[in-house]
């Protein structure tokens, strides 16, 4: 025997997942492109250095790292929300040969119980000429898919020296206080700009 829900106890419910819905909507409406960082490219240039510099003091191995690789994706300030659906957007630059050779943006979407926001920022490090010509032949790169990506946390950073270097691409999360260990970019999608 099965027991239907009468319309007066879904209601409240439904009131319940349209107020979700609604905030939801308006924290990923607060992080679009316009609104989150519509930073020029000098300010991009800038910020991406800083965030190198720190990572590099926080993390010798991110430094260690760079020397071998063939491009570097900075994103200095990813600003991640959400209240049940969620978001992060951010705006970076590619590095080659030590100089910003073009910009991109990198978004991601969630879904989960999760609230509240953050910022971080994150580098990629290029490692393969493979991976630097998927970047520039892809209509965006969704981490994932494609060239393999280690994301570098502290046990990992530990292990990793220039002989262990094997994969395509690998990514260090930080804040200031360091490598972030709770976040993943798994999903998330990076594209070309202009600035």
Same mark, same amino acid.
């Given at each position: 025997?099965?027991?239907?829900?009468?319309?007066?106890?879904?209601?409240?419910?439904?009131?319940?997942?349209?107020?979700?819905?609604?905030?939801?909507?308006?924290?990923?409406?607060?992080?679009?492109?316009?609104?989150?960082?519509?930073?020029?490219?000098?300010?991009?240039?800038?910020?991406?250095?800083?965030?190198?510099?720190?990572?590099?003091?926080?993390?010798?191995?991110?430094?260690?790292?760079?020397?071998?690789?063939? +491009?570097?994706? !900075? &994103?200095?300030?990813?600003? *991640? %929300?959400?209240?049940?659906?969620?978001? @992060?957007? =951010?705006?970076?630059?590619?590095?080659?040969?030590?100089?910003?050779?073009?910009?991109?943006?990198?978004?991601?979407?969630?879904?989960?119980?999760?609230?509240?926001?953050?910022?971080? +920022?994150?580098? !990629? &490090?290029?490692?393969?000429? *493979? %991976?630097?010509?998927?970047?520039?032949? @892809?209509? =965006?790169?969704?981490?994932?898919?494609?060239?393999?990506?280690?994301?570098?946390?502290?046990?990992?950073?530990?292990?990793?020296?220039?002989?262990?270097?094997?994969?395509?691409?690998? +990514?260090?999360?930080?804040?200031?206080?360091?490598?972030? %260990?709770?976040?993943?970019?798994?999903?998330?999608?990076?594209?070309?700009?202009?600035?």
């Amino acid at each position: 025997m099965t027991h239907s829900q009468s319309p007066n106890t879904r209601r409240p419910f439904l009131r319940l997942s349209s107020l979700l819905l609604t905030a939801s909507l308006s924290v990923l409406a607060g992080l679009s492109p316009m609104s989150a960082m519509a930073a020029s490219a000098e300010d991009l240039n800038k910020d991406a250095q800083q965030a190198l510099a720190a990572l590099y003091k926080s993390n010798p191995v991110a430094e260690t790292i760079s020397k071998k690789a063939r +491009a570097v994706l !900075v &994103f200095p300030k990813i600003v *991640k %929300a959400g209240l049940v659906f969620g978001g @992060s957007y =951010g705006e970076g630059v590619l590095m080659k040969n030590g100089a910003v050779s073009e910009y991109y943006n990198s978004v991601s979407a969630s879904w989960g119980w999760q609230a509240g926001a953050e910022s971080y +920022a994150y580098v !990629v &490090f290029l490692m393969s000429d *493979k %991976a630097v010509r998927y970047l520039a032949k @892809s209509n =965006g790169w969704e981490f994932g898919v494609g060239p393999s990506l280690v994301l570098v946390n502290e046990g990992v950073a530990k292990n990793l020296s220039t002989s262990t270097l094997k994969d395509d691409a690998y +990514a260090f999360i930080t804040d200031q206080q360091g490598l972030m %260990a709770s976040l993943s970019i798994e999903g998330t999608k990076i594209s070309r700009i202009k600035r």
